[in-house]
C-alpha cells in the first residue's frame, strides 16, 4: 500500500532527497539544460518528443504525473543517445472550465487559468522534467490564438470553412453546442448533462472532404500506434461503399436520394423511412391531412427529447408515424408507404433510407411492430460457390420454388432478418447472383436508368467548432447588414476577447460577446459600413489541432510556425498521452496537417509517427476525479519523499499502457532503491580515470548485459522492466562491494556509472548528485550512453541438448565456444545416450554448436 504522502515523517534522507532536488533544480536553470539545440551548426540528428498539453484546471494528479514521467524518459533517453531533443510544455488554455469557474467566483477567468498555469509549472519543475522552458506557449494568450484566427481564415478561403442551419447538439447545463465526438452516451462529456437537439446557424470544418485520406492514411500508422487507437479511428471515420439511389415521392417534384451498401435489395424493398428531424420529413408532413400533421409534430417533439445514441439502439422499441405519402421504387415502380421513425438520422446519408426488412434487423423490427411486407430477396440457404444454379421461374422472373428451407427461415414469421450471403431470388434480373455480383449489376442498372450511382458514405460528420461561451477564440468573421459574411483582413488580426468587465458570463444560449457592444459593434475596413463581429468563439480542439507547430516558433509574430523549423524537426517522432484522445483530439490534428500539407507548409502528411499511450492512475479503483474527491495531487505526492521516490514508483508499478491503482504504489520501496544507488556511489574507492578491465567478472557481465538490453527497453515502452534490471544491477554491486574485491574494484565504478547514467531517465536528481559523487562534471543527463562489450556478453557455459529419435534424453553443460566435434564426442559419451542408442545404428548426427546434438537411428 502507498503511504499518506502528506502526514509521513520527514526523515533524514528524505530531508536529504529534497536538498539534491532543489540544488540540481537550481543548476539546470541557471545552466539552461534542456534547451533544445539543433540549429544549423549542429549535426546531431533530431528528435522531437512531446507529451499531449495539460489543461490548467487546479493541480496535476497522479494521472499526469505518470504521462509526464514518461515523456521525461523517452527525450532524456534520445539526448544519451547522442540526438539533439525537442522537449517542449505549454497549456491549453481555453474552455469551459474556467469560464465556468470564474462564474462561480465572479471573476475573470483569466485570473483562473493563469494562476493555475503556475501551480503547474511549479510542479512540473519540481518532478524535474527536462523541458525547454524557452519554448512555452498558452492557447489563451493573443499571441497563440492569432494564429487559430489566421488559420479560420486559410481553411474559409479554401471552401473548408462555412456556416450553415442545423440540428446540433445542445448541452442545456453549460448552454453550448457540442460536436458529435463530445457526446459521450448521449451526455456532455465536459458536465455530464443530457443533451439534446436544437437548430442553430453554426461554423463548421469541412473534414468530410478528408474522410478518405483520414482513412487510408491510417495504413501509414500500423505498427507505431496503438491497434486499439487505429480501429478507432477507422470506426469514426466509417467509410461505407454501395449507391445512392433516387426515389420519387409522389406528389414532390425532386427525388430523394437514399444511400445503400446493398443496392442488390431495392426489390426487396417495401417501405420508406425518413428522420422525423429532418427537412424532408417536415415537408412531407406539412402537406398531409390535420390528423397526420398532429401526430407528426408530436412525435417530433419525442423524439428530440432523444439522443443520437439512445435512438440507435438495437433494443428500443420501433417507434414512428406514417406519413401518408408514398415513394416509388426506381426498379420495379412499386408504391413504398412513407414512415417518419427515430431510428433513421437526419445527418445520415441523406436522412431516409429504403427499408429491406427481411434483410436488416432494425428494418425487420420496424416492419413487425407496424404489420408492414416483408420481402425475401436472397436465399441464404443456396450455395454461392461453384457454377451459378438453374432456377425455375415463373413468367415474371420469380422463383417458383425457394425450397422448404429457406421457407423455415422466413423472417416475418422467425423475427430475425437474413444477413448472411446468398443467392439473389425475387430480384427480377439479379436472380441466381451473389451478393457481390448482384450489387455490382444493380449499380450498372440504376446508372443505365439514371436513377442511381455508386457512392460512398461516412460516419463521419463535418467538425462543428462553434461555441456560444466567451473564454474561447474569437471567430474572425464579420457580418454587414445585407447578410453578407466578411472576413477579419489577416493584418487586423488578432481579433482580441474585450475585457469581463460589465460582461454577464453566465449561460443563457448565446454567447456572452454578443452583449460587449463595443467590442461586437465594428467598421469594416474595405467599406467602411458598420458590421459586427461574429460573436462565438472556437472550439478548444482547434488550439490542440496545431499546437505541435506553434512549437516550432513559439515567439514569432510574423508567422504561425517556420516551414523550415517544421521540415527540420517535424513530425513528432513520440507523442505520449492518454487514450481518451483516440478519436477527438488526434482525428482533428490529422485532418489540420493535411491541409496545411496541401497548402504546402508542411511536407509530411501525419502529425505523429509514434503514438503512446499510458494507462490511468487510479484511486481505490476509480479514475482520479476533481468532481469524485478522489485525487492525488502533484504537488502533494512530493512534500514526502520527494520527487525520485515519486517517478520511480509511477514507473516500477506496471507496463505503460496498464491502469495502475495508486493504493497499489510502493514509495517506500522506491525510496529505499535510490538511497542503495546514492551508496554505492560514495563507496566507490577507484580513481575516476580507472581503466575498466578485469575485476569481478559476474558484476561486469551484469552491467554489459544492462547496456546491451537497455535501448530496446526503453524503445519498447518496457520502463519499468528497466527499472527492476536497475535494482538487479544495484543489488549485484553491493555484493561485489562487501566481497572480498571491495570497493576498489573497477567493475564497482563501471557499474555505479552505468547506473547513474541509466538513472538518469526515471531519477534525474539523483542521478546528477550519483555522478558528482563519483567524480564527474554535470549533467549526466547529457552524457552519452556507453555500448556493451561483445566480449561480455558471451555467456560462459550453456546447455546442450543431446536427442535421440527425435526425444530428449540428456542436457549438458558446457562451453559456450565449444566445437562441433567436441560437442558430439560429449554427447556420444554421456552414459543417458548410451543406453537409450543400445544396439540400434547410427544413421545421421547433426550437430549445432554449442545447443544441440541430434542422433538419427534405426529401428
Known amino acids: 500500500m502507498s503511504e499518506n504522502l502528506s502526514t509521513s515523517p520527514v526523515d533524514e534522507e528524505t530531508s536529504s532527497a529534497h536538498a539534491i532536488q532543489a540544488k540540481w533544480q537550481k543548476y539546470w536553470a541557471e545552466n539552461e539544460t534542456f534547451l533544445t539545440g539543433g540549429d544549423d551548426d549542429d549535426t546531431r540528428p533530431r528528435k522531437y518528443v512531446l507529451g499531449m498539453f495539460p489543461y490548467p484546471s487546479g493541480d496535476m494528479h497522479m494521472g499526469h504525473a505518470e504521462n509526464y514521467a514518461y515523456v521525461d524518459i523517452v527525450a532524456r533517453y534520445w539526448r544519451h543517445r547522442g540526438f539533439a531533443v525537442l522537449n517542449p510544455i505549454g497549456w491549453d488554455s481555453f474552455g469551459l472550465p474556467a469560464e465556468n469557474a470564474a462564474i462561480r467566483q465572479g471573476a475573470d477567468p483569466r485570473e483562473w487559468t493563469y494562476q493555475n498555469i503556475a501551480q503547474q509549472r511549479q510542479s512540473l519543475t519540481e518532478f524535474g522534467t527536462s523541458y525547454d522552458w524557452s519554448r512555452v506557449l498558452h492557447t489563451s494568450d493573443p499571441e497563440y490564438y492569432h494564429w487559430n484566427q489566421w488559420l479560420f481564415l486559410k481553411l474559409h478561403e479554401r471552401g473548408l470553412a462555412y456556416r450553415k442551419k442545423s440540428a446540433v447538439n445542445w448541452c442545456p447545463n453549460d448552454q453550448t453546442v457540442l460536436a458529435n465526438e463530445q457526446v459521450v452516451d448521449g451526455r456532455c462529456d465536459r458536465c455530464g448533462a443530457e443533451v439534446v437537439k436544437k437548430k442553430l446557424t453554426q461554423w463548421y470544418f469541412r473534414i468530410t472532404d478528408y474522410a478518405d485520406r483520414l482513412l487510408d492514411d491510417l495504413n501509414q500508422l500500423e505498427g507505431f500506434w496503438p491497434h486499439k487507437v487505429l480501429q478507432m479511428q477507422r470506426n469514426w471515420i466509417g467509410r461505407s461503399i454501395g449507391a445512392d439511389v433516387d426515389f420519387r415521392i409522389e406528389g414532390r417534384e425532386q427525388p430523394v436520394t437514399v444511400f445503400s451498401t446493398r443496392p442488390d435489395t431495392l426489390h426487396g424493398a417495401t417501405f420508406f423511412v425518413v428522420a422525423p428531424d429532418s427537412d424532408l420529413a417536415s415537408e412531407l408532413a406539412a402537406d398531409a391531412p390535420a390528423e397526420v400533421r398532429e401526430r407528426f409534430q408530436k412525435y417530433l417533439a419525442e423524439v428530440q427529447k432523444t439522443t443520437d445514441v439512445d435512438r440507435q439502439a438495437t433494443d428500443r422499441p420501433k417507434t414512428g408515424v406514417f406519413l401518408e405519402r408514398y415513394a416509388i421504387n426506381p426498379v420495379n415502380g412499386e408504391k413504398l408507404p412513407v414512415w417518419a421513425a427515430d431510428y433513421v438520422l437526419a445527418d445520415y446519408g441523406h436522412g431516409a433510407v429504403m427499408a429491406v426488412p427481411a434483410h436488416d434487423q432494425r428494418d425487420l423490427d ?21 457454377a451459378m444454379p438453374v432456377i425455375e421461374v415463373d413468367e415474371e422472373g420469380v422463383p417458383i420454388d425457394t425450397g422448404a428451407a429457406l421457407d423455415e427461415q422466413n423472417p416475418a414469421s422467425t423475427g430475425i432478418a437474413l444477413t448472411g450471403e446468398g443467392r439473389m431470388i425475387n430480384s427480377g434480373p439479379l436472380n441466381g447472383l451473389s451478393k457481390r455480383n448482384a450489387i455490382a449489376r444493380a449499380i450498372e442498372q440504376l446508372e443505365a436508368s439514371g436513377t442511381g450511382r455508386a457512392a460512398k458514405n461516412y460516419r463521419l460528420r463535418d467538425w462543428l467548432i462553434s461555441r456560444q461561451r466567451f473564454w474561447g477564440t474569437p471567430i474572425p468573421m464579420l457580418h454587414a447588414e445585407d447578410g453578407r459574411i466578411i472576413p477579419v483582413p489577416e493584418d487586423q488580426l488578432p481579433v482580441k476577447l474585450p475585457s469581463v468587465e460589465g460582461l454577464d458570463l453566465k449561460p443563457k444560449g448565446s454567447s456572452p460577446l454578443g452583449a460587449a457592444e463595443s467590442w461586437v459593434r465594428t467598421v469594416d475596413a474595405a467599406s467602411g459600413d458598420p458590421v459586427l463581429r461574429d460573436p462565438d468563439t472556437m472550439d478548444t480542439f482547434v488550439d490542440s489541432s496545431w499546437y505541435f507547430l506553434r512549437f516550432l516558433s513559439p515567439n514569432s509574430d510574423t508567422v504561425a510556425f517556420d516551414p523550415a523549423q517544421a521540415a527540420r524537426w517535424s513530425p513528432v517522432d513520440s507523442y505520449i498521452g492518454g487514450v481518451e484522445h483516440a478519436i477527438l483530439h488526434l482525428l482533428y490534428a490529422r485532418f489540420i496537417t493535411k491541409v496545411l500539407f ?21 484511486l481505490d479503483g476509480a479514475k482520479m476525479s476533481k468532481s469524485k474527491g478522489n485525487l492525488v495531487e502533484f504537488a502533494s505526492s512530493m512534500v514526502w519523499p520527494g520527487a525520485d521516490v515519486t517517478r520511480v514508483a509511477v514507473v516500477f508499478a506496471g507496463p505503460v499502457e496498464d491502469d495502475i491503482d495508486w493504493e497499489n504504489v510502493s514509495t517506500t520501496g522506491a525510496q529505499k532503491f535510490l538511497v542503495r544507488a546514492l551508496r554505492i556511489a560514495n563507496e566507490v574507492s577507484s580513481p575516476v580515470d580507472v581503466v575498466f578491465a578485469g575485476g569481478d567478472s559476474v558484476l561486469r557481465r551484469a552491467t554489459h548485459k544492462l547496456l546491451a538490453d537497455a535501448p530496446s527497453l526503453v524503445e519498447q515502452t518496457k520502463f519499468n522492466v528497466l527499472v527492476a534490471r536497475l535494482m538487479e544491477l544495484v543489488n549485484i554491486t553491493r555484493k561485489t562491494i562487501d566481497g572480498a574485491a571491495g570497493a576498489a574494484d573497477p567493475a564497482v565504478r563501471e557499474a555505479a556509472e552505468t547506473v547513474a547514467v541509466m538513472l538518469d531517465l526515471i531519477a534525474p536528481h539523483t542521478a546528477e548528485e550519483m555522478w558528482e559523487i563519483l567524480g564527474h562534471e554535470p549533467s549526466v543527463g547529457l552524457v552519452t550512453w556507453r555500448s556493451a562489450d561483445p566480449a561480455l556478453l558471451v555467456e560462459d557455459t550453456v546447455t546442450a541438448v543431446v536427442q535421440v529419435g527425435g526425444k530428449v534424453r540428456a542436457q549438458l553443460e558446457v562451453s559456450a565456444r565449444i566445437g562441433e566435434s567436441e560437442l558430439e564426442a560429449l554427447a556420444r559419451a554421456d552414459e543417458r545416450v548410451i543406453r537409450s542408442i543400445g544396439d540400434r545404428e547410427i544413421v545421421k548426427v547433426v550437430v549445432r554448436a554449442p545447443k544441440i546434438v541430434s542422433f538419427v537411428v534405426k529401428g
Open 366 to 386: 420496424f416492419a413487425r411492430a407496424f404489420d408492414l411486407p416483408v420481402k425475401v430477396v436472397v436465399d441464404t440457404t443456396a450455395p454461392i460457390t461453384g
Open 598 to 618: 496541401d497548402m504546402g507548409l508542411i511536407d509530411f502528411t501525419e502529425p505523429f509517427s509514434n503514438l503512446i499511450n499510458q494507462g490511468m492512475v487510479l
